[in-house]
């Protein structure tokens, strides 16, 4: 059996965690940098990082609209600035997005970068706990009937999916623990 080819989106965050964690969780990580790129891959990672930053580099590299189609077809996973890109309405600031998530997302709504944290969760259908690491966290403030919270913090969705999509507020590349990484490796045919 191959491996399952995942890209992760490569112009600005954490993306080499992101790839380390796949190739833990038994997947082929390929980089992602030009739409050429996605042709190749059966799933995407869009990485945390600085949201706005994202969104412009996106636009640049004329990615934004081949990763929205991308999303029509193949899953996406968001984490942290991520998961602002794929929620369908941001605020603090209100921002563009892809949309390809019936979530609303506040940025940085856990506070500046030393109310960043380690928290443990309780997700739907694990066994144990999970580590979770919220560095300058978005909270998500609304998760619309298509979507299904997996986990919350502090009484707000932290983990969500939707279809093909998932999206968390934390960051599970920078922890050993490939749980969240398989998770979304089985939503990958």
């Not at 969780?25 to 030009?34: D, M, N, Q, T, Y």
Request: glycine share 10%.
């Amino acid at each position: 059996m191959s491996k399952k080819k995942v890209g992760v989106l490569a112009l600005q965050g954490d993306f080499e965690a992101h790839r380390n964690a796949l190739e833990r969780a038994g997947a082929e990580a390929i980089e992602v940098r030009s739409a050429a790129d996605l042709s190749g891959v059966d799933g995407l990672i869009i990485p945390g990082g600085e949201s706005t930053t994202m969104m412009k580099l996106l636009e640049q590299e004329k990615l934004l609209e081949p990763i929205a189609d991308f999303g029509q077809r193949k899953p996406i996973f968001g984490t942290c600035a991520g998961a602002i890109l794929l929620a369908c309405d941001v605020s603090n600031p209100a921002q563009k997005s892809l949309g390809l998530m019936d979530i609303s997302i506040q940025r940085n709504g856990y506070g500046r970068q030393l109310e960043s944290r380690i928290a443990w969760l309780h997700p739907a259908g694990f066994d144990q706990d999970l580590e979770a690491v919220f560095i300058r966290a978005p909270i998500i403030r609304r998760a619309g009937p298509a979507a299904r919270v997996l986990a919350t913090y502090d009484g707000d969705p932290v983990l969500v999916e939707q279809g093909r999509h998932m999206a968390a507020t934390f960051h599970p590349e920078l922890t050993a623990d490939p749980r969240i990484h398989l998770m979304f490796l089985g939503k990958i045919p």
